[in-house]
């Protein structure tokens, strides 16, 4: 992106000037193209369109919340911008599960499962599910969050050589999830 020095009859510029959009952002002007409204948007782009307004619908109705919006004032602080930015993104991005960590799990109860997951404001659950080979789940539940990262505790032995699938889901704040699946046996 090519930077410029405004000088100083155009530091104030906003709006549309020919094919162009001024605007300032944090402190800062951007340039960019006026959108052709005689092509008409591609079904893609509709999709795009109406995740954004949705998107936006939770960030008003999550701001409009001391409760909500307080959760998400120190991530805005964080990332440097806008609170409103910060709760749109937060919508946008589902969590993403890093590790699901089965070196403590030998197929007893009481076996720890640690699990890895990460959102860009919060994950507020992760579920954790065991299943057979033909897909019947074995036993599920939710993990409890230990010293950064999430732990779900066995409740149900297992046969050795008996093989499982186990899918941890990670939850965020907006409710979008974001899952990974490990095989053991």
Do not use: C
């Amino acid at each position: 992106m090519a930077k410029t020095q405004l000088n100083s009859a155009l530091k104030g510029i906003s709006g549309g000037i020919d094919a162009w959009v001024y605007r300032r952002i944090r402190g800062k002007t951007v340039i960019s193209p006026r959108a052709n409204p005689s092509i008409p948007p591609t079904p893609a782009q509709l999709a795009v369109r109406e995740r954004f307004r949705e998107a936006a619908a939770y960030a008003k109705s999550a701001l409009a919340d001391p409760e909500r919006r307080a959760l998400y004032e120190p991530a805005a602080q964080k990332a440097n911008q806008p609170i409103f930015a910060t709760v749109v993104a937060d919508y946008l991005k589902p969590p993403t599960v890093m590790i699901v960590d089965l070196t403590g799990y030998q197929g007893q109860v009481g076996d720890p499962i640690r699990i890895v997951a990460v959102d860009d404001v919060e994950v507020t659950a992760v579920n954790v599910a065991i299943r057979a080979e033909d897909l019947t789940v074995l036993e599920e539940g939710a993990a409890v969050f230990q010293n950064g990262s999430w732990v779900y505790t066995a409740t149900t032995p297992r046969t050795a050589g008996e093989p499982v699938t186990i899918t941890a889901t990670a939850v965020d704040r907006p409710g979008h999830t974001g899952t990974m699946t490990e095989s053991w046996s």
